[in-house]
């Protein structure tokens, strides 16, 4: 029996809202993904896409109960593929709990994804080790026992100009060691990086912990600056940063990157460059129903200062301008979505994943579609268990000027796929096109990909 997600019960009313309230131009790009809740963000740059790696909040939840982590990627910084979870506190046959935040990195070919969890035998937070030969996963335990245990949490990775590689994690102390190149060993030991107001600037109130380091470290280097970008303070937190002239330090407290805000009381950093910007990810508690335990994952751009400090970034719904244009002549999954209403994902049987739980005006957002001289057709893959329903191509938003309808039939089941195709005009230029599913009541139809053909294909 399907059942609707609580979250996508409080999306729809709440979108049901807004719509009132807002003008459909107004639609948030941020929080990054509307379908699940999603926290501590990890980002990786691959193959010109940028690949986020996230833990997953349950719904309704009161505790960090997080059984997996989730996977997303984007070539635009708007546009974000969900890849469903290639990695979960089950791949690690020695952990019982806890899938809490972690980094993927790639080298040699493959995909190291570093994170913490409870170890079932000895009842202690661990750092665990996935590996996986493609960035989608899927991810395998890479040593069938933690890499290193010390009850610490928030392992982050960073591999040197030399090769040398560093794994820090840490709360409430903050550790190193020198990874060696296969990856899953290390050399040297535990090192231990002392916690010094200098290094890590003053906390009052809290003499046991008197620095602003509390956890989830962000360690990369740039332009010769060693960067430790982290949780500061608790509770709630803020993010700080350190910089240093070296991997081990010294560390040298600079100040604030993200002040308190956005209601939850945890936030957790990740920093990329990509295609020639600096981003800037972190999570908040800004969907509905959102909270400490209820996470989203966004992102800002941002500009390092001349000297190469990091200017302070605040918290916005509008996020990352979007960094190129997306094909709709090319084949677009359907879990390719820049804002949603009352979708959810899963699995396909066809691969990946695809969308359903559609109900009657729930809709996908695909930011900056590039119709050029214009489509004629739109085509897509959709499967029905009932009766099926109606797809409106709309542009500029959700009862936005309509361009096409596809009518869906029922196909004997939710994963019975079959390909329908309409007719489309006045799609033309840049757009934003919006996926809107329309019909009786109850689920109607899953779609798993579409695309468009025309005249504006000839480029
Ligand atoms: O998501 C669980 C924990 O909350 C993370 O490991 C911490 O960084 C904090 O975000």
Known sequence: MRSRPFLSMLCTAAMVLLAAAVPTAAHADNPIVQTVYTADPAPLVYNGRVYLYTGHDEDNSTYFTMK?????SSADMVN????????????????????????????????????????????????????????????????????????????????????????????????????????????????????????????????????????GPWVYKRNGIYYNVFAAKCCSEFIGYSTAPGPTGPWTYRGTVMPT????????????????????????????????????????????????????????????????????????????????????TEPSTEGGMNVGYLENGDYIKVKGVAFGSGATSFSARVASGTSGGRLELRLGGPTGTLVGTCT???????????????????ATGTQDLYLRFTGGSGYLFNVNWWQFAGAGSVR
């Open 68 to 72: 997996e982590w989730r996977l997303y």
């Open 80 to 215: 974000w593929t969900d890849h469903g979870s290639p990695m979960s506190v089950a791949t690690f046959s020695w952990a019982k709990s806890d899938a809490w935040a972690g980094q993927v990195v790639n080298r040699n070919g493959k995909f190291y994804w570093y994170v913490p969890v409870t170890n079932r035998s000895t009842g202690r937070m661990a750092i665990g080790v996935g590996v996986a030969s493609s960035p989608t996963g899927p991810f395998t335990d890479a040593l069938g026992h933690p890499l290193v245990e010390n009850g610490e949490i928030d392992p982050t990775v960073f591999i040197d100009d030399n090769g040398q590689a560093y794994l820090y994690w840490g709360n409430p102390n903050l550790w190193y060691v020198r990874l060696n190149s296969d990856m899953i060993s290390y050399s040297g030991g535990v090192n231990q990086i002392p916690l010094t107001t200098a290094g890590f600037g003053t906390r009052t109130g809290n003499a046991s912990r008197p620095t602003l380091y509390e956890e």
């Open 261 to 344: 805000q956005g209601s939850s009381f945890t936030n957790h950093p990740g920093v990329i460059d990509f295609n020639g910007n600096s981003y800037f990810f972190y999570h908040n508690g800004a969907l509905p129903g959102g909270g400490g335990y209820t996470r989203s994952v966004a992102v800002e751009k941002f500009s390092y200062n001349a000297d190469g400090t990091i200017p302070q970034v605040t918290m916005t719904t509008s996020g990352a301008p979007q960094n190129g244009t997306l094909n709709p002549y090319v084949r677009q999954e359907a879990e390719t979505i820049a804002w949603s209403s009352g979708v959810e």
């Open 408 to 426: 869906v039939a029922g196909t004997g089941g939710w994963q019975t796929w079959t390909t329908v195709t309409c007719p489309v005009s006045g």
